[in-house]
Every structure is written in structure tokens, then in C-alpha cells.
């Protein structure tokens, strides 16, 4: 029998939005450029899948190059032109797809009332997605990176999303290690969507998500 919550948790990115060519295309580039070699999707992967490991994708850059004589910032700072684009190139954030339709994410809101989403996104790119989206009204919180001092794992996000909602039973649905310890750091139960054999509820993709939700 499955829980009644009066409120859902989502993460951002893999949940939501398809970032396969965006912010991991940025990861694997970014690091490419730096390495100066070819890198594998599979090496991001297994860097992003590193249980416990932050969801911070400029660290997840920077651990993948594992090269203290290359400045933090001159990664971050390639990483943010890639993804956003500039005067000369467009940014890999147009290539950003929803993996739940705005109209099945109205009925997860119709059924459960109260939807959040705790990301690691900075807040500019968080309101970008929401807003390219149209998805404005339909979440109620959307609590990102800038809104804490420490991201997940840590459960700090998960905590400021269940405060400014009043969830009582509430459970969060994200794709990486990092979104399984952050709720059990939060004493709430995660749905994992991917291949590791890790959270409460686990499912190789969102819309199987969407299809035990509704």
C-alpha cells in the first residue's frame, strides 16, 4: 500500500529536465579542454554516481580533471560559458528538454497539493528552467544552491522545502547518491531514478516515477 503524502520534494536536474547535453555535455567538454584529450560520458557518470559525492557540477569538473596546478575558477568559468553561451556561441542550456510533461507534473499538483523542488542549480539557472517551461504556479518552492549554505548530501535544502510547505509526510525523488543521503539525512524516504542500487523506491526513469505517483 503505498504512503499518503500531503506534499512532494523533487530534484532539478535528471528528474525534470533531460541535462544530458547540457550539464554534463559542459562537464565532459569542460574537462576535455582541460585534459586535453577525449572524455568519456562514462567517466562524468561515474564521477556524478560517486555515492556521497557533492551535486555540485563545477566540483564534479574539477574532481574529474584531479589537477590542483588548474585553478577552481578558470574551470567554473569555462564550465558557466559552455553552459550559458555568450556573444559568439550559443550555450548548451538551449538543448534542455522536460522529462515529465507540464501537464502530467498539473496532475502529480492536483492529487498531492503541494509540489517543491530542492536543486543544486544556482538561481538564475533554476528560474530560467521554470520559467522556459511555464511551469510557474504549478511548484510551490523551489529552494537552489545560493538558498543554503550547505548542499546536498547534506539535507539542508530538503529541510528549508518541508518548512516553508508545512510537510508532514513528504517524500524526494532525485537521480544521484548525493539526493538519497541528503533524505535520509532529513528522516524522509527518497524515490532513486537511475541504475544504482540505492534509495527507498528506485525506477530506471521519471515516467515510471510519474506512473506509482499518479
Do not use: H
Not at 30 to 59: C, P
Not at 100 to 105: A, D, H, V
Not at 192 to 211: D, P
Request: aromatic share 10%; net charge positive.
Amino acid at each position: 500500500m503505498k504512503t499518503k503524502y500531503d506534499g512532494l520534494i523533487f530534484d532539478m536536474d535528471g528528474v525534470l529536465v533531460d541535462v544530458s547535453q547540457s550539464y554534463l555535455e559542459a562537464i565532459r567538454q569542460t574537462a576535455g579542454y582541460f585534459l586535453k584529450r577525449n572524455v568519456l560520458m562514462s567517466e562524468v557518470n561515474k564521477i556524478k554516481n560517486k555515492l556521497g559525492a557533492n551535486n555540485n557540477d563545477w566540483d564534479a569538473t574539477y574532481a574529474l580533471i584531479n589537477n590542483p596546478a588548474i585553478a577552481y575558477d578558470a574551470v567554473k568559468s569555462y564550465f558557466q560559458i559552455l553552459y550559458l553561451g555568450n556573444s559568439k556561441n550559443i550555450g548548451l542550456v538551449d538543448n534542455e528538454k522536460l522529462l515529465i510533461s507540464k501537464q502530467k507534473l498539473q496532475r502529480l499538483k492536483d492529487k498531492y497539493k503541494k509540489l517543491g523542488i530542492a536543486t543544486g542549480r544556482p538561481k538564475k539557472e533554476a528560474k530560467y528552467m521554470i520559467e522556459k517551461n511555464r511551469l510557474k504556479g504549478i511548484f510551490d518552492c523551489i529552494v537552489d544552491m545560493d538558498d543554503v549554505k550547505k548542499n546536498k548530501p547534506y539535507p539542508d535544502q530538503l529541510f528549508l522545502v518541508i518548512k516553508k510547505l508545512n510537510l508532514k509526510q513528504t517524500i524526494y525523488i532525485g537521480d544521484a547518491s548525493c539526493d538519497v543521503v541528503a533524505a535520509k539525512a532529513a528522516g524522509i524516504p527518497s524515490i532513486y531514478v537511475g541504475n544504482l542500487n540505492i534509495g527507498t523506491i528506485r525506477f530506471t526513469s521519471s515516467l515510471q516515477v510519474i506512473q506509482y505517483l499518479l
